[in-house]
């Protein structure tokens, strides 16, 4: 995809207006829609058109989407107004949402058969990543599809692998996601020690983080920490959505994750507090 194409981008919140800016920087005509249209307003004003579902799906080569949890794909795939009721055939769907692998797969068959070619893309590094176009990708679906898009992901992420089939990407996501909820336990609590001993917070996270306990949420997340900062680079209301998805999927295959019940356990009760909104760092506010 190294030529200019019309892309439709679904949902620009945290991360979604970043990435499509980015794609709008490259040249490609972009055509946005989102529920709350003051957050595609950066977009608008520099040039994107703003449609509903349906008018993108008509217009657009490539149609990417980037919404909250799986019902809501579920509706922008599959309404009778929704993306594949509407777009015509050899269109591209990239779904950059961490949603479900069986939905994925749903999708990916229900496209097929309508001449669509679709992946499943779920993405990891937050507002950080977004804003500089250097997300890991983690992606499911045909190889001669990922080759297609390939260089459009590539302007999003600087990490970008086929993991396999349909659905192997939002599995790939599960694993990410797994491993980022047992570490921002270890994290919050690294850091809350380090002032119940009475350290320098700061100098602390100096040292463990050139170390074996370094991790990109440590570098990320803890300085955000140490400065009250509990803003959201990600939701605590979609990691608990995430977690979720990852225990379902663990009990289909018999699976056990302790870590991850405890993480989802003590982010509900933070969620319950009125925290949902906030950064998946506010779990610090556990050890206060």
């Given amino acids: 995809m190294s030529k200019v194409y019309k892309v439709g981008f679904i949902g620009t919140g945290v991360m979604g207006k970043s990435m499509a800016s980015h794609l709008q920087h490259q040249g490609h005509g972009l055509f946005v829609y989102t529920r709350t249209k003051e957050k595609a307003q950066s977009l608008i004003d520099e040039g994107a058109v703003w449609c509903s579902i349906k008018e993108i799906a008509e217009t657009c080569d490539v149609v990417m989407t980037m919404v909250g949890y799986p019902s809501d794909v579920e509706e922008v795939y599959f309404s009778e107004q929704g993306l594949l009721n509407n777009a ?40 950080v990543g977004a804003r500089n176009a250097t997300l890991t990708i983690m992606v499911g679906g045909d190889e001669d599809v990922f080759d297609t898009c390939s260089p459009m992901l590539k302007a999003l992420g600087e990490n970008v692998l086929l993991q396999g089939q349909a659905g192997a990407g939002q599995h790939t996501k599960m694993c990410n996601q797994i491993a980022i909820a047992s570490n921002m336990l270890g994290i919050c609590e690294a850091v809350a020690y380090a002032k119940k001993a009475g350290l320098d917070q700061e100098n602390v996270l100096k040292s463990i983080s050139a170390g074996a ?40 295959m018999n699976f056990k994750m302790p870590g991850v019940e405890m993480a989802k356990e003590m982010y509900e009760k933070l969620a319950q507090q009125g925290f949902e909104n906030k950064g998946t760092q506010v779990l610090y506010k556990w050890y206060e």
């Fill in 88 to 127: 015509k055939a050899g269109t591209y769907l990239i779904d950059f949402t961490t949603s479900t692998p069986s939905l994925a797969q749903k999708i990916y068959r229900s496209a097929k058969e309508k001449g669509l070619y679709t992946l499943d893309a779920p993405v990891s590094g937050g507002d």
């Fill in 213 to 252: 306990a370094g991790s990109w949420s440590l570098s990320n997340l803890a300085p955000r920490i140490i400065n009250g900062d509990f803003e959201p680079g990600f939701f605590v209301k979609h990691f608990i959505k995430d977690l979720k998805i990852a225990l379902d999927e663990a009990e289909k």
